[in-house]
């Protein structure tokens, strides 16, 4: 059967009609009756806007937190917490965040760019960082038995922090030398905020883990400058702090700093040895220490003998003395008959030789065959010293006699000049005051013992002066890079105590 399109369109339309009944007589109906309740559905509507309010603080405060997570977390990861640095003579630092992980590796020199090399450590775990850098320095030669110290150098904020980061890494980098067989001396320190040592680093162009490790050694030893050091390898102060004598409060040390560089105690001992002219069995003291001398490491060695003090410095690396200096020990007990004069055969001017009632031949009768080869002070050319020679001369019975003491002539008795100081040999006299010899005189005597001329010599210093009941002359004068200081006898003309170095 064909259905007709308007029958389909009623039945919609009835269908529409039943599902939606027409009730609007009734609602209107109903609202008149309950107008007075229409208060109650303005409430409803309140609390749903509270609510919403409360919804909407709630995600705020979700994601403040979130966003504070977040920024924490990017602290965290990408702020420094220490700077360590590793320093030999490459100089490297390296900046960790808090947990350790590496934000930045810089070289501060040419020497650190070799280590580094092309290796990227960033986001690295500092354990392996310095693993790699240890091994890139054993592989390019900077830590090797010559020199085989290293400084860890850590910075934090938190004091504690940093020296806990310190030990760690200090006893890591002593067992990564030791696992590969090598020897080696680490340094560890923890920096402390500073800002005139800063400074200082910066004058000198060095690190701030540098400057204080000389610090330390400045506040242990005397005698030297921040310049002086700031030039030296850590090696070299390591070598110094060996002998500073204090306990470094700031700097813990682990191993022994190699001195393979250096010709050792025992050559520069047998250097000072011969020059002075002393059997070695025969000193009553004896001390050696590694010091630094106007920027060169040497060996300071001080000895006594035969009532005599001397000290050498010994260049650690040439041999070459650098220092001299000999004076009478005011401990020992030097007979009181007997009189110091100029290391030499007694030819030193006429005024001595005068003085004593001898020439030069009188004291010539040596046995030769027991002297020493002959060695010149610096610049000595043409000298009639004859070093390890020591004669005695008593005018009594017009004999000279030899010993095998050095480095001075001593006489003995009565000089033959009756009321002078050279009358010692004479108990009971007094010492004369007056002076017999000048002040040119002094001069030609210490101008003659240095093997130097008057011309060659500038004179900084000619000064009589009354020391321990002495009269005596003290003379200082250069020539070229060579200073010299004497003090002359200014009655008798003898050499009490002299003393060259280099400038």
Not at 341 to 356: C, I
Request: overall charge negative; hydrophobic content about 35%.
């Amino acid at each position: 059967m064909k259905i007709k399109e308007t029958d389909v369109n009623a039945k919609i339309r009835q269908a529409y009609v039943n599902a939606v009944p027409d009730i609007c007589d009734v609602i209107l109906s109903d609202c008149k009756q309950e107008k007075g309740q229409v208060v109650i559905m303005e409430e409803t509507k309140k609390k749903k806007s509270f609510v919403k309010y409360m919804m909407a603080a709630a995600a705020c405060l979700v994601l403040i937190t979130g966003g504070g997570f977040g920024f924490n977390t990017y602290r965290l990861n990408h702020t420094v917490a220490s700077t360590i640095s590793l320093e030999v003579n490459p100089s490297i630092e390296i900046a960790v965040n808090e947990k350790e992980r590496v934000l930045n590796v810089k070289a501060l020199n040419k020497d650190g760019e070799i280590v580094i090399g092309d290796m990227d450590f960033s986001g690295s775990d500092i354990d392996v960082v310095i693993n790699a850098l240890i091994g890139s320095m054993l592989r390019n030669g900077y830590l090797n038995e010559l020199a085989n110290s290293i400084l860890i150098s850590v910075d934090n904020a938190d004091p504690e922090k940093g020296t806990i980061l310190q030990e760690r890494l200090t006893e890591k980098v002593n067992e990564l030398l030791e696992a590969d067989g090598f020897f080696g001396a680490v340094l560890g320190q923890t920096l402390t905020d500073d800002s005139e040592l800063q400074k200082q680093a910066d004058l000198y162009g060095i690190t701030l883990g540098k400057a204080q490790l000389i610090e330390q050694i400045l506040e242990s030893t005397q005698g030297h400058t921040f310049e002086e050091l700031a030039s030296l390898s850590i090696n070299e102060l390591n070598l110094l702090l060996g002998t500073a004598g204090t306990d470094m409060d700031k700097v813990s040390a682990m191993g022994n700093a190699s001195d393979k560089a250096y010709i050792g105690e025992g050559k520069a001992k047998e250097i000072a040895f011969a020059y002075a002219g002393v059997p070695e069995n025969a000193v009553t003291f004896y001390q050696m220490e590694m010091d630094v001398e106007k920027g060169v490491m040497v060996y300071e060695i001080e000895f006594h003998y035969n009532g005599f003090e001397y000290e050498y410095d010994i260049d650690a690396q040439t041999g070459e003395i650098v220092k001299n200096k000999k004076e009478v020990d005011d401990d020992a007990s030097v007979g009181a008959d007997e009189k110091f004069v100029p290391e030499s055969d007694v030819t030193v001017n006429e005024t001595v030789d005068h003085y004593y009632g001898i020439s030069g031949d009188d004291t010539t009768g040596a046995d030769s065959g027991t002297v020493p080869e002959s060695i010149n002070l610096p610049g000595q050319t043409n000298t009639n010293y004859n070093y390890g020679t020591e004669h005695h001369y008593d005018p009594h019975d017009n004999e000279s006699h030899h010993n095998d003491t050095h480095h001075g002539t001593y006489y003995s008795g009565d000089s033959g000049n009756s009321g002078s100081t050279g009358n010692t040999g004479n108990s009971g006299n007094t010492a004369d005051t007056s002076v017999t010899i000048t002040a040119d005189q002094a001069k030609a005597i210490a101008l003659d013992h240095a093997g130097q001329t008057a011309d060659a010599a500038w004179f900084e210093k000619v000064e009589l002066d009354y020391d321990d009941g002495v009269w005596e002359y003290e003379i200082e004068f250069k020539v070229g890079n060579l200073e010299y200081e004497y003090d002359i006898d200014a009655q008798t003309g003898a050499i009490r105590d002299y003393e060259w170095d280099h400038d």
